[in-house]
Every structure is written in structure tokens, then in C-alpha cells.
């Protein structure tokens, strides 16, 4: 790449593209990360042009992620398409601004600690983003048709559970293994529920 005029000192051919490490901070922790950009030779002003502007915001977007313990954005892409969900979809279940959940999943910016907290339970138990997915109004039948499918495997997953649970109370008295059968019930049914989500992400 041939050299071109400063912007900010008006030297001919003194900006070159360099890759420097970048501090990145967060809460009091950083780390470092490299960074392409353009600089100039004599005075040292920076600055991004083209696909480096992106990179950038995407980087420094990652490293924030990573040292605030937050989920990536291709983890965000993962847990909305388990569910068949929107990125607006997503916006609306989170109460966020419009585009929020696309800049998030695009890499661009962070997601804030409150919303990953959020967004970890939605992934982990599918009744929550169910019912943050009604609660919002939406009207999406791929991702309604993929909760009943989840609570159809689920329903499958807890009977064979409580079924395995019963016989060993095929000889007791009634009373007994309906006691018994609502117990394992109780337990049962969450847990099922989120194998069958953990199955749907795998598919
Ligand atoms: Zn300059």
C-alpha cells in the first residue's frame, strides 16, 4: 500500500497502515488486542478507513466480552436461531432499542451484563423465552411451532423418567406411587424441558 497525505498535518506520503497492540479496558480489567489502522509518520494521528473500521469496533467489541465474561456474539446468533426467533423478535423480548440485538449479534458492541444475564436464561430454559416471547406480542409461528416441539420431546424425555421412577413401585399400594409419580413429576418436568432445548440447539 503506497503511502498517502496526513489529513491532520498535511505531510505528503506519511500515513502507512500499521498493526499496533491496543489496551482495551473494562471495570478495571483490560487486555490487549492488535489493531490495524492508518497512522502518519510525523505527527501520529490514527485513523480507520474501510474494512478496519469494522474489525475495530468488532475487537475491541470481543475483548470486552471476553473480559467481562459475556456471551459472544456467535453464541447470541446460536441461542436465537435454537428458538426460530428474530433479531427483532429478540429486541422486543428484551425491551432493547431497535437494531440493539443485531449490533450485538453482528459483534459490533457488548451486550450489557444485565441483558446476558437475561439471554443465559432464555437459552437455558425455554419456557422463559416463551413467555417473554407472549408477554412481547409476538406473533412468530416457526419459533411457536418449535416450543411445542421442544415441550413434545420434553413431555417424552419426562415420562420415560417417570416411568424408570415408578417401577420400582409396581407392587405398592396406589397411594404410594401417586405420591410417588407427583414427586418425580415435580422434578422432572423442568429438567426435561431443558434437555429437549439443549437437543434443539444441537440439531
Ligand atoms: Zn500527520
Keep these: 500500500m ?55 469496533e468488532r475487537a475491541a467489541a470481543a475483548a470486552i466480552r471476553e473480559i467481562e465474561g459475556l456471551l459472544s456474539a456467535d453464541e447470541l446468533q446460536r441461542i436465537r436461531a435454537k428458538y426460530r426467533l428474530k433479531q427483532t423478535d429478540m429486541e422486543q423480548m428484551l425491551s432493547t432499542g431497535p437494531k440493539t440485538w443485531t449490533r450485538w449479534e453482528r459483534g459490533k458492541v457488548p451486550q450489557s451484563k444485565a441483558a446476558d444475564k ?37 413431555k417424552l424425555i419426562s415420562r420415560a423418567a417417570i416411568r424408570a421412577e415408578l417401577r420400582r413401585f409396581q407392587d405398592g399400594d396406589i397411594e404410594r406411587v401417586v405420591d410417588r409419580a407427583a414427586d418425580a413429576a415435580f422434578e422432572t418436568v423442568r429438567d426435561a424441558r431443558r434437555q429437549a432445548a439443549a437437543r434443539s440447539e444441537a440439531a
Design 118 to 154: 437475561l439471554i443465559r436464561l432464555i437459552a437455558e430454559d425455554p419456557d422463559v423465552a416463551r413467555r417473554l416471547m407472549e408477554q412481547a406480542g409476538i406473533d412468530n409461528p416457526e419459533a411457536s411451532a418449535t416450543f411445542a416441539q421442544i415441550e413434545a420431546d420434553a
Design 2 to 56: 503506497t503511502a498517502e497525505r496526513c489529513v491532520a498535518c498535511g505531510e505528503p506520503s506519511s500515513v502507512l497502515e500499521k498493526v499496533v497492540p491496543l489496551k482495551v479496558e473494562s471495570g478495571g480489567k483490560s487486555t490487549v488486542i492488535q489493531d490495524r489502522r492508518m497512522v502518519c509518520d510525523k505527527c501520529g494521528n490514527v485513523s480507520y478507513v474501510g474494512a478496519q473500521i469494522s474489525e475495530h
